[in-house]
């Protein structure tokens, strides 16, 4: 089922200021030396974040012997919880995005992580039901303000969309986003626009964003820009929470990084601290990140389709902070509020907050674009330090001593990770799809960079787990 053109995750941060319009408006680590694994054990799955997971229980499904090794100590990869919290805080993704229905039932979506969910009937909330656009001052943008934002912002996501169809479905060349939008730049609001509605999504400035990429995305959500999101949901138990179940079960080594892969010859040699092992063949869900940085070997080196698509492929910069106050900070603002800050001038600096999260005195704040790379420098401080000028403008400077802790995470900084998610360059959305072939059908590719239609997403990710080990499956190799 398509939907209109609206990249959900945008609904958060292009904040439109929609509550003003009446809602207008995203085991353990093994020992040393080589020893193969088990007899009929025929796969070793890099990574047990949610694509390894989704593989892994694929090929459990399918009666096929494998084991998952984890570099870190816990399962998730990019999506994990601090339980310390009123509520837990996800210092990754906290969305169930894309839950589209494939039917009659608003429960049954193409979203399979949210339809797990469901069946469990966790307690869920659709988001971005709230919204309220500011001044650095505090105030409110006016009517007048709000209808020459949401005018331009959905003129702008028009000509982006309508670009990236063009590249995808007629075969014109895919642009950036800056030069699909480069004439609408003298628009009322259109600096800040391009911020949030792209910029601050993607962790990367709008020249290295492709048109196609976020509309192969986008195609696949319910709403149309500016309209209250069905697609996004929020889930109370804290996302990373809900993903580390599916570890259950699963042969994971943890505290073990893959260093090297030989698939020279008949079958894979997989070399970690622990030892080399022996497969029939290797899933590799690492990040983009960590591919990219070069921290996994290949010998041979893989053929150069491969090693593009590492290049065109793009880790951004996105920085979460949560924050516990020890009062009720937020005023008349409804529980899971959105709220945005419009920067003064050229101002780079954006952050968006959900408030009073779940009811409770807690409050998270998003940034992303030049200045969150720029904060991401300084370590987690610097993002604290972001988050915490950005909260200023949004509650005020009272809000400062009720701060009783904070969480935050650098992606940047995480060397499992070394980025949020995965962006196309303008012109390479094919790199997607390029990892999707197997290596001499012994190393596949799986993780959200190797989704066309849920890049950059949790349940992109899921899905190319699974597909990774159907294709496995079907290989028909013989040993």
């Given at each position: 089922?398509?939907?209109?053109?609206?990249?959900?995750?945008?609904?958060?941060?292009?904040?439109?200021?929609?509550?003003?319009?009446?809602t207008?408006?995203?085991?353990?680590?093994?020992?040393?030396?080589?020893?193969?694994?088990?007899?009929?054990?025929?796969?070793?799955?890099?990574?047990?974040?949610?694509?390894?997971?989704?593989?892994?229980?694929?090929?459990?499904?399918?009666?096929?012997?494998?084991?998952?090794?984890?570099?870190?100590?816990?399962?998730?990869?990019?999506?994990?919880?601090?339980?310390?919290f009123?509520?837990?805080?996800?210092?990754?993704?906290?969305?169930?995005q894309?839950?589209?229905?494939?039917?009659?039932?608003?429960?049954?979506?193409?979203?399979?992580?949210?339809?797990?969910?469901?069946r469990?009937?966790?307690?869920?909330?659709?988001?971005?039901?709230?919204s309220?656009?500011?001044?650095?001052?505090?105030?409110?943008?006016?009517?007048?303000?709000?209808?020459?934002?949401?005018?331009?912002?959905?003129?702008?996501?028009?000509?982006?969309?309508?670009?990236?169809?063009?590249?995808?479905?007629?075969?014109?060349?895919?642009?950036?986003v800056?030069?699909?939008?480069?004439?609408?730049?003298?628009?009322?609001?259109?600096?800040?626009?391009?911020?949030?509605?792209?910029?601050?999504?993607?962790?990367?400035?709008?020249?290295?964003?492709?048109?196609?990429?976020?509309?192969?995305?986008?195609?696949?959500?319910?709403?149309?820009?500016?309209?209250?999101?069905?697609?996004?949901?929020?889930?109370?138990?804290?996302?990373g929470?809900?993903?580390?179940?599916?570890?259950?079960?699963?042969?994971?080594?943890?505290?073990?990084?893959?260093?090297?892969?030989?698939?020279?010859?008949?079958?894979?040699?997989?070399?970690?601290?622990?030892?080399?092992?022996?497969?029939?063949?290797?899933?590799?869900?690492?990040?983009?990140?960590?591919?990219?940085?070069?921290?996994?070997?290949?010998?041979?080196?893989?053929?150069?389709?491969?090693?593009?698509?590492?290049?065109?492929?793009?880790?951004?910069?996105?920085?979460?902070?949560?924050?516990?106050?020890?009062a009720?900070?937020?005023?008349?603002?409804?529980?899971?509020?959105?709220v945005?800050?419009?920067?003064?001038?050229?101002?780079?600096?954006?952050?968006?907050?959900?408030?009073?999260?779940?009811?409770?005195?807690?409050?998270?704040?998003?940034?992303?674009?030049?200045s969150?790379?720029?904060?991401?420098?300084?370590?987690?401080?610097?993002?604290?330090?972001?988050?915490?000028?950005?909260?200023?403008?949004?509650?005020?400077?009272?809000?400062?001593?009720?701060?009783?802790?904070?969480?935050?995470?650098?992606?940047?900084?995480?060397e499992?990770?070394?980025?949020?998610?995965s962006?196309?360059?303008p012109?390479?959305?094919?790199?997607?799809?390029a990892?999707q072939?197997?290596?001499?059908?012994?190393?596949?590719?799986?993780?959200?960079?190797?989704?066309?239609?849920?890049?950059?997403s949790?349940?992109?990710?899921?899905?190319?787990?699974q597909?990774?080990?159907?294709?496995?499956?079907?290989?028909?190799?013989?040993?």
């Amino acid at each position: 089922m398509r939907g209109t053109e609206c990249p959900s995750r945008r609904e958060f941060l292009a904040m439109t200021g929609a509550a003003a319009l009446g809602t207008l408006f995203g085991c353990g680590g093994g020992g040393g030396g080589a020893r193969p694994l088990a007899p009929g054990r025929e796969v070793v799955i890099i990574g047990a974040g949610v694509a390894g997971m989704a593989a892994g229980m694929a090929l459990r499904e399918a009666g096929v012997g494998f084991t998952i090794l984890e570099a870190q100590g816990r399962p998730g990869g990019r999506v994990f919880s601090n339980n310390a919290f009123p509520v837990p805080f996800d210092y990754g993704a906290q969305l169930f995005q894309q839950a589209v229905p494939v039917g009659d039932d608003p429960m049954v979506t193409r979203n399979p992580l949210f339809n797990i969910a469901a069946r469990q009937h966790v307690t869920m909330q659709p988001a971005f039901q709230t919204s309220v656009l500011l001044h650095e001052d505090g105030q409110p943008l006016s009517q007048d303000e709000l209808l020459a934002y949401f005018s331009t912002g959905t003129l702008m996501d028009q000509t982006v969309n309508t670009a990236g169809r063009a590249a995808a479905m007629a075969g014109s060349g895919d642009i950036s986003v800056a030069d699909a939008t480069a004439a609408l730049m003298g628009q009322p609001f259109a600096n800040f626009a391009l911020l949030a509605q792209y910029e601050a999504d993607r962790g990367q400035p709008a020249g290295k964003i492709s048109c196609q990429d976020l509309w192969e995305y986008s195609r696949w959500t319910s709403a149309a820009f500016g309209l209250p999101s069905t697609d996004n949901w929020f889930i109370r138990s804290g996302m990373g929470n809900f993903v580390s179940q599916f570890a259950a079960g699963l042969p994971i080594q943890f505290n073990t990084p893959v260093t090297a892969i030989d698939y020279r010859g008949p079958r894979v040699q997989i070399t970690t601290p622990n030892g080399v092992i022996d497969a029939g063949a290797v899933i590799m869900t690492a990040s983009m990140g960590v591919l990219k940085a070069g921290k996994i070997q290949f010998n041979p080196g893989l053929p150069v389709i491969y090693s593009e698509a590492f290049d065109n492929l793009t880790m951004g910069s996105i920085g979460k902070v949560g924050f516990e106050f020890d009062a009720d900070v937020f005023g008349p603002l409804p529980v899971n509020s959105s709220v945005g800050v419009v920067p003064d001038g050229s101002s780079d600096k954006f952050g968006a907050m959900f408030a009073k999260f779940w009811g409770t005195n807690m409050a998270y704040l998003v940034m992303g674009g030049p200045s969150c790379e720029e904060a991401e420098r300084g370590g987690e401080a610097g993002l604290i330090a972001l988050a915490t000028e950005r909260l200023v403008h949004m509650l005020g400077p009272d809000a400062t001593g009720h701060i009783v802790r904070t969480a935050v995470h650098s992606w940047m900084g995480d060397e499992w990770a070394r980025g949020a998610y995965s962006t196309s360059l303008p012109g390479h959305v094919a790199s997607r799809i390029a990892l999707q072939t197997p290596v001499e059908n012994k190393v596949f590719f799986a993780g959200e960079a190797a989704a066309l239609e849920g890049g950059a997403s949790m349940e992109g990710a899921w899905l190319s787990g699974q597909a990774a080990a159907a294709h496995f499956s079907k290989r028909g190799v013989k040993h």
